[in-house]
């Protein structure tokens, strides 16, 4: 399946017999009439069995090779590209090869080029590099047809889809034939592969696919033999893997005694976006002089694209080792906190506490490092400001977090100064307007600057990066502190903080607090029934756009599309969602570009200084 940049693939283990060409290709036949995927990767010397060892110099198991090949070519009901694998003599000298076909046509055959020779394997006693063949020989003629031959990117006609093929030992090289291709366009690596098991083998090898698919900006499809290869000497497991940009997205068990069929979504557009962000991988293109030959093929558009798991609806909170990335995260928080107050020499803390999820983090990031540094927790001074919106569970759970924590408690009710600052300007006090809500929080953001003057203080920002990406913060109010400790961390991994914090790190009672503030509607207060989410949408959904497009750089159609594929949304609904997404994140620019410093913690960030540089003024608005 192919559609809007993503592409299925699939890598086989199959049940075969060693030495029984026949039977093997009648079982991947079995298999290819299941199989949903444009790619299809059989491992090496998969029509044979890899362990045939001096079988390879009879040519009666050569040319049953041959025919079965013929076989699966004249039987072959799969649409997509199949790649199998399979010995080739060639005067004499045989070469284990990478056969890529598409019907009944062989696209293109790829020799190995690094032959293993020590501890268990013995490879050169039967097969040949293709290391020299490959400068003379560029096509070939097999079972009639004429086919290229040797290092070889497969390109499909509408230039989207590009890979290259490498057999088992290449990828282990210091230098590998997929790093070549890669480099050469290849945007996906399929690699045959025939590696046995034994103790940590299965550790090694993922860590070096996963590197290969991040050194390459690209992903990487791992079809290895299984239990059916198995002799008296070396066992197969089966361990298959589907990664991109060094993350496992689909990965077998081992030790499968039926053939085991795995599938990955490879995301086009999120290489594409990779190489063309990552300077060291576009510095080393044209680097290595290597001869490589363009094969191009056409693929089916399936319209009705299905993914193979579920789309993360919020990716940017960790699904596994939760605690370890909780942990990590809070680290760098707290970390970046202490270096910054050693370096101004401040002595206390200031954070406004409003009862909600944002302030709620920066006072437990406070708590901690005030803890770190040996100092009392009566050097963070907390402050609740209520006025005209405030609710009543809001300060309930300010007051109540605050007391629990041992801080400094301030409660100073701003509304007096706001209404005199109403009466200073000629505001009426009854109209309902952006002055109205934007004096209360600037008003706020004055109160802590003074006190941390007044007591040599840091005022921490409790702004998230969501509401940075949206706007959703009062210019030179609570878009101002003196550190940002919270911009680099999106709305709906602060929930996660939060959380952690507080079964982590504090006791029963600061849990019970956290359930509340986690059960009460996000919202700045400033108007009364005031709830952020019926304004800008579900916090969920905006992190999710906001992920796509700083991680991959997708286009809004595109992002609308995958809304479809990944929320309970219309079609009306998901292109609301991104035209108000984007309509607020280009026009808000300004806001970030005053944005104090503030901690990097993901892997992207909005600082004007580090990770997105764009100018306040850009054209562009989503009709």
Known sequence: MYHNGFIKVAAVTPKLEVGNPQYNVQEMLTILKTVHSSITVFPELGITAYTCNDLFFQNSLLEEARTAMKTLMANNTYQG????????????????????????????????????????????RWFTTGFDIVKTVKEIKYLGQKVPFGSIVFRSN???????????????????????????????????????????????RQRTILEHSRRNAGAYVYSSAGVNESTSETVFSGHNIICQNGEIL??????????????????????????KTFSSFRDTINKYEHSVITVHFDLTIDKDYAFETPIDQTPFVPKTQKIKAFEKVAALQENALIKRMKHIQASHIVVGVSGGLDSTLALFIAARVIKNIGKSSQEIIAVTMPAFGTSDTSLSNARQLMKALNVTEKEIDISQSVNEHFDLIGHDRKTLDKTYENAQARTR???????????????????????????????????????????????????????????????AHIV?????????????????????????????????????????????????????????LSDVECKSYVRNFFNRFYSQQFKRQASPDSPKILDVSLSPRGDLRMPSDVSRRIK
């Open 81 to 124: 590209i199949l790649v199998v694998g399979a010995p080739l003599e060639i005067d004499g000298i045989l070469y284990n090869c990478a056969f890529v076909i598409q019907g009944n046509k062989l696209l293109g055959i790829v020799p190995k080029f690094y032959l293993p020779n020590t501890q268990e394997y013995y490879e050169k």
């Open 445 to 507: 953001t004055l109160i802590l600057m003074d006190l941390a003057n007044m007591h040599n203080g840091i005022v921490l920002g409790t702004g998230d990066m969501s509401e940075l990406a949206l706007g959703w913060t009062t210019y030179n109010g609570d878009q101002m502190s003196m550190y940002g400790i919270n911009a680099g961390v999106p709305k709906t991994l602060v929930k996660f903080m939060v959380e952690y914090y507080a079964k982590e790190c504090f006791d």
């Open 158 to 204: 509408d230039d989207q889809i590009s890979f290259g093929v490498e057999i088992c030992e290449d990828m282990w090289a210091p230098l590998s034939p997929g790093n070549i291709l890669a480099l050469n366009g290849a945007k996906i690596i399929l690699n045959l592969s025939a590696s046995n098991e034994y103790l940590y083998k299965r550790e090694v």
């Open 512 to 568: 019970s607090i956290v359930q509340s503030i986690l059960a009460t509607p996000i919202s700045p207060e400033l108007l009364k029934d005031q709830k952020t989410e019926d304004a800008i949408g579900k916090y969920e959904v905006n992190d999710f756009i906001l992920h796509r497009y700083l991680r991959f750089g997708d286009s809004e159609d595109r992002i609308e599309w995958l809304l479809s594929k990944t929320f309970d």
């Open 250 to 275: 689909r990965e077998t068990e081992n030790f499968s005694q039926s053939s085991e069929v795995i599938y990955g979504d490879i995301d086009l557009s999120k290489i594409n976006y990779a190489r």
